[in-house]
């Protein structure tokens, strides 16, 4: 108690979240960020996490002004392997550096799960076209980039020539956004295409113990079918079968043991083929920047924000247990939608926009969430700021909505529900 919980270019919404966590727990927040502009009221540090280790740590520990450094978080992937190492120069680290990068690495985890054991998509690392063997890539295949997130730069591809396009995009990504990120020789993976289901499972950890985990179906492709895999549609499946579920939980602790993550949070996407779940990728972070607990909460009782912090201050089990309650241990508990109809779905959107530009106003948000069907909305970009055009290699969120919808007579599907909040909104560039 007392103490100081640092955040790192966290996103205004969860900084927020994560300040009233903190001051339910007697502590305080403080927030870093080389550029961004906190929250009214919160305190904070212009500071660039990326430079050297021990002299950002004691700038940090300066700044908590006696309330020392309890730990140091980002839900912002690109800042994941500068966070653990600042962590760890204040003392404070629960993972060790190499996990939160081989979290961070595509290629990297692929062969730590392949040594394991643990199932996931065959798959070749290249740092760059020149060592790639055209004649040896089956089609249709599943070309990443290696450092990416958000699904940025994923696709599908079905010929040699879309292949190579998709390469040249990618190459164009790790020579700007990543380079920004300081990633390291990053490059592209070409993976074996998988047919099935594809599900999210977002898991806090606890000394390697899961002590939570929340399971959505990705239904993407259901608004966004096509060659890309925006990361668009998540939703929950109360009638999911029990074994079915416990095989994605499972293959999805499996994943996170084997690349050493022992406490906080994990993202993890699993993929089934010919009736087999295979392991997509797994991030050191919250899924949807966190958005992921609030719909936990309100559709489960699960208090996964609370519950994240607490994995990364307790000192040991019995404390964690103690202070996280009886509500987390029971996860399927009645959150408070609990009095919602049988045939209610609990959803993500992230909706896409049309066009790219400076935006000079974002037209319709407050009307958007007066609506019976939308539970939480959050909008990252304002007036002032660049917004990039909505394709595959595009790593930021416009604006997402957490909602529900049920299935009555005469009324809209969830495809059409969806597409209504996609028309609402109008950006003038």
């Not at 299935?407 to 909040?421: A, I, W």
């Amino acid at each position: 108690m007392n103490r100081t919980f640092v955040c790192v270019e966290t996103t205004d919404y969860f900084t927020r979240a994560m300040e009233r966590v903190a001051a339910d727990e007697g502590d305080r927040l403080l927030f870093v960020s080389a550029r961004a502009e906190p929250p009214a009221g919160v305190p904070s540090l212009r500071l660039d996490v990326r430079d050297d280790p021990q002299r950002v740590a004691a700038d940090i520990a300066a700044a908590c002004e006696g309330r020392p450094a309890v730990a140091a978080f980002t839900n912002q992937e690109p800042y994941v392997i500068a966070t653990a190492a600042v962590a760890g120069a204040l003392g404070v680290g629960r993972n060790p550096v190499a996990s939160a990068g081989a979290a961070r690495d595509k290629a990297r985890m692929k062969e730590i799960w392949q040594a394991a054991g643990v199932s996931t998509p065959r798959g070749t690392h290249f740092t760059s076209r020149a060592g790639l063997d055209l004649a040896q890539v089956a089609y249709p295949a599943i070309v990443k980039p290696t450092h990416g997130f958000a699904s940025c730069g994923v696709r599908r591809v079905q010929s040699e020539a879309e292949l190579l396009e998709q390469v040249r995009k990618i190459a164009l990504l790790n020579a700007t956004t990543m380079a920004q990120d300081g990633v390291p020789a990053a490059g592209f993976l070409v993976e074996q295409c998988l047919e099935g289901r594809e599900y999210s499972v977002d898991t806090v950890w606890f000394d390697g113990r899961p002590a939570a985990d929340f399971l959505l179906a990705n239904n993407s492709e259901q608004v966004s079918p096509g060659q890309y895999f925006p990361d668009r549609l998540y939703a929950l499946e109360p009638s999911m079968p029990e074994e079915l579920r416990r095989a994605v939980i499972d293959l999805t602790h499996d994943a996170v043991r084997a690349l050493g993550i022992t406490h906080g949070p994990t993202h993890t996407e699993v993929r089934f083929h010919d009736g087999t779940p295979y392991v997509l990728e797994t991030a050191a972070r919250p899924g949807a920047g966190g958005i992921f607990y609030d719909l936990a909460q309100r559709a489960r009782g699960a208090d996964l924000m609370r519950a994240m912090y607490l994995s990364l201050v307790c000192d040991g089990r019995e404390e964690f247990d103690r202070r996280t309650g009886p509500a987390l241990r029971q996860p399927q508990a009645a959150g408070p939608e609990a009095d919602a109809p049988g045939d209610t779905t609990y959803f993500w959107f992230n909706v896409p926009h049309r066009g790219s530009g400076i935006i000079r106003a974002i037209e319709g948000l407050d009307e958007l969430r007066e609506r019976d069907e939308v539970l939480l909305c959050v909008c990252f970009k304002e007036p002032g700021h660049h917004l990039h055009p909505d394709g595959d290699l595009i790593s930021d969120y416009f604006c997402n909505i957490m909602g529900r919808h049920r299935e009555v007579p005469g009324g809209p599907s969830l495809t059409e529900l969806l597409k209504s909040f996609e028309e609402s909104i109008e950006i003038v560039y």
